[in-house]
């Protein structure tokens, strides 16, 4: 008898493991450890989100199932926000359902749509449901470059006249976790044109559109005329509502992908407790003051980290939007890969980020650092990271971290 099941050989060993044992450690020997490595937000729900939770949750009514594609009100929520946000109009009985976050929305989707062995694309580095949901699910994932440009079209057109069988999915992410790319409408209308013309369905996660620093708003998908024959978008209230614990989402898009995500749901749960879905309703219709503070916040944490680690004599790149900055590993380290490099900013500066490799091979070169301490953390993390990188390289504590 195999020593593993099928599907759980298809997986790799979670690569942040190893970092995260060593973090554990470090802390109950009672170290401060500065974690930057998970995309957690730290700040609290708002105020008039809670307490409609509270509201809601005092009604006995709302501790019954609730509806697994979303209560009435929610999915006529998440129209609206589509519609004054990008001027989209969705139908809420057929094009919106309601997700435990959208990390579940895009595993049931890859498992509705999948048969064993299709060819799917995703680009590497990227989140890493974006590819192991359909792994899980049997494809075969074809990578593309991540970047949101000529390089990923071309890379749609050799994989459209060299894949066996022929690509039938496309997973895009922008504004992208890790990397903080972020995509044109111009880039949206040629993905959709080469998608529609190959039969290709479009899954994009949106998840970071709400958190941008300049001018350029992120565009959704979705406003591309065409692009609801073939796309489903996938958002989540974690991050622009400061609610990740609350687990809310939505797919949103083309009806018959919605339709066969409702029909996997439709066995898998009765949907988020209701009070939870009252009161995300109550974040998508009410005040968006919270919205625009939480933009402020992650834009002043990116511009103290940012420019506190490049006077530090690290070169990390601005990123125009998401809540982590995509650093390259500093070219004395590069040599470490970006695991070991993480467990040796660990041990030696006290901070905690993400290995690049985790979210796909071409991320080996990187760590992702978030945003998710105060300024006053921040500016310790840069305090002890500039004093590790003076410090210089030292090969024997590479080799005892390491070990």
């Known amino acids: 008898m195999s020593t593993e099941f099928h599907r759980i050989r298809r997986l790799p060993?979670?690569?942040?493991?190893?970092?995260?044992?060593?973090?554990?450690?470090?802390?109950?020997?009672?170290?401060?450890?500065?974690?930057?490595?998970?995309?957690?937000?730290?700040?609290?729900?708002?105020?008039?989100?809670?307490?409609?939770?509270?509201?809601a949750v005092q009604d006995p009514r709302t501790h019954r199932y609730s509806s697994s594609r979303g209560i009435p009100g929610l999915r006529k929520a998440l129209a609206a926000y589509y519609a004054?946000?990008?001027?989209?109009?969705?139908?809420?009985?057929?094009e919106v359902i309601a997700t435990l976050g959208s990390k579940e929305g895009l595993a049931n989707l890859a498992a509705a749509i999948t048969s064993p062995g299709d060819t799917i694309l995703v680009p590497n580095p990227s989140y890493p449901i974006h590819q192991f949901g359909?792994?899980?699910?049997?494809?075969?994932?074809?990578?593309?470059?991540?970047?949101?440009?000529?390089?990923?079209?071309?890379?749609?057109?050799?994989?459209?006249?060299?894949?066996?069988?022929?690509?039938?999915?496309?997973?895009?992410?922008?504004?992208s976790n890790p990397t903080a790319y972020v995509a044109s409408l111009d880039?949206?209308?040629?993905?959709?044109?080469?998608c529609r013309k190959h039969e290709i369905w479009i899954l994009s996660d949106l998840a970071y559109a709400e958190i941008y620093f300049g001018n350029d708003v992120?565009?959704?998908?979705?406003?591309?005329?065409?692009?609801?024959?073939?796309?489903?978008?996938?958002?989540?209230?974690?991050?622009?509502?400061?609610?990740?614990?609350?687990?809310?989402?939505?797919a949103a898009g083309n009806a018959r992908l919605v339709s066969a995500l409702s029909r996997i749901k439709s066995y898998l749960d009765y949907g988020a407790f209701t009070p939870i879905q009252v009161a995300a309703t109550a974040a998508l219709n009410g005040p968006q003051d919270c919205v625009t503070e939480m933009r402020a916040l992650?834009?002043?944490?990116?511009?103290?980290?940012?420019?506190?680690?490049?006077?530090?004599?690290?070169?990390?790149?601005?990123?125009?939007?998401?809540m982590f900055a995509w650093a390259?590993?500093?070219?004395?380290?590069?040599?470490?890969?970006?695991?070991?490099f993480s467990k040796l900013l660990l041990a030696r500066a006290k901070v905690a980020v993400a290995p690049g490799i985790g979210f796909g091979e071409q991320g080996d070169g990187h760590v992702r650092i978030a945003l998710v301490e105060n300024t006053q953390r921040l500016r310790q993390a840069v305090r002890s990271i500039k004093g590790f990188l003076a410090s210089g390289t030292n090969v024997g504590a590479v080799a005892e971290v390491t070990a």
């Open 13 to 55: 060993p979670y690569v942040f493991a190893s970092v995260n044992d060593a973090k554990a450690r470090a802390r109950s020997a009672g170290e401060d450890i500065i974690d930057l490595g998970m995309g957690n937000p730290d700040g609290a729900t708002p105020a008039h989100i809670v307490a409609k939770l509270v509201e």
């Open 84 to 94: 004054r946000r990008f001027d989209v109009k969705l139908d809420p009985e057929t």
């Open 134 to 175: 359909f792994i899980i699910a049997g494809a075969s994932v074809r990578s593309i470059p991540a970047t949101p440009d000529e390089s990923m079209l071309r890379a749609l057109d050799l994989a459209v006249r060299h894949s066996v069988p022929k690509p039938t999915a496309l997973i895009v992410n922008f504004p």
């Open 187 to 194: 880039f949206y209308r040629d993905v959709v044109a080469f």
């Open 218 to 250: 992120p565009p959704s998908m979705l406003q591309v005329p065409g692009a609801r024959d073939i796309t489903v978008e996938f958002t989540s209230l974690s991050k622009t509502y400061s609610m990740p614990g609350w687990r809310m989402g939505f």
């Open 298 to 322: 992650y834009k002043e944490r990116r511009d103290l980290l940012v420019s506190g680690l490049n006077a530090a004599g690290w070169a990390v790149p601005s990123p125009d939007a998401s």
């Open 328 to 340: 390259p590993i500093p070219p004395a380290y590069a040599h470490l890969g970006s695991v070991e």
